[in-house]
C-alpha cells in the first residue's frame, strides 16, 4: 500500500468514529445526563459539532489530497464524492437551519422542533456508509 493511499484510509478511518462517536453516542446521551438542559444541551452540542465539523473539513481536504496524489480505484473516488457532498450539504444547507433554531432556543424563544435534525441524521448515515466503503476499498485495493 503506498503511503498515498494509507493516509487516505486512515483519514477515513478516523473520521468514521469521529461521526459515530459524536453523532451517534454523544449527541443523544448529553440530554439524558442529570441536570442538562435543553438549553444546556444545545450549546455542548453548538460547540462540540463546531469541532467535529472543523475536524471533518481538515480530514476531507486530507482524503482528497491522499486521491490525488495516489489515483484510486473508482469506487473510493465515488465514496469520497458522496461523503464530501453529504458535508457540504450539512454545512452549507442544513447546520444553518439546526443554528437558528439552537440560538432562538439558547435566546428564551419558544423554538418548534425542526425537520432539519432528521435531515441531518440521513446526511450522518450516508456518510458512514460512504467512509466504511471507501476505507474497505482502499484496504483490500491494496492500492
Known amino acids: ?6 493516509i487516505g484510509a486512515a483519514a477515513m478511518f478516523v473520521w468514521l468514529g469521529m461521526v459515530i ?7 443523544p446521551l448529553k440530554f439524558r445526563a442529570p441536570g442538562v438542559t435543553v438549553p444546556i444541551g444545545l450549546g455542548v452540542g453548538q460547540l462540540v ?5 472543523t475536524a471533518e473539513v481538515i480530514l476531507a481536504v ?16 465515488v465514496a469520497v464524492a458522496i461523503v464530501v457532498t453529504a458535508l ?4 452549507l444547507g442544513v447546520k444553518p437551519r439546526l443554528a437558528r433554531r439552537s440560538e ?4 428564551g424563544q419558544q423554538a418548534p422542533r425542526s425537520g432539519a435534525h432528521h435531515v441531518y441524521v440521513v446526511f450522518e448515515v450516508v456518510k458512514v456508509i460512504a467512509l466504511s466503503a471507501g476505507g474497505m476499498a ?3 485495493s491494496g492500492s
Open 1 to 6: 500500500m503506498s503511503l498515498g493511499s494509507a
Open 62 to 77: 486530507t482524503v482528497v489530497v491522499a486521491g490525488a496524489v495516489d489515483r484510486p480505484p473508482v469506487v473510493v473516488v
Open 49 to 53: 459539532f463546531r469541532a467535529l465539523n
Open 88 to 91: 457540504c450539504a450539512q454545512l
Open 21 to 27: 462517536a459524536i453523532s451517534f453516542l454523544e449527541a
Open 104 to 107: 432562538a432556543v439558547l435566546a
Open 138 to 140: 482502499i484496504l483490500v
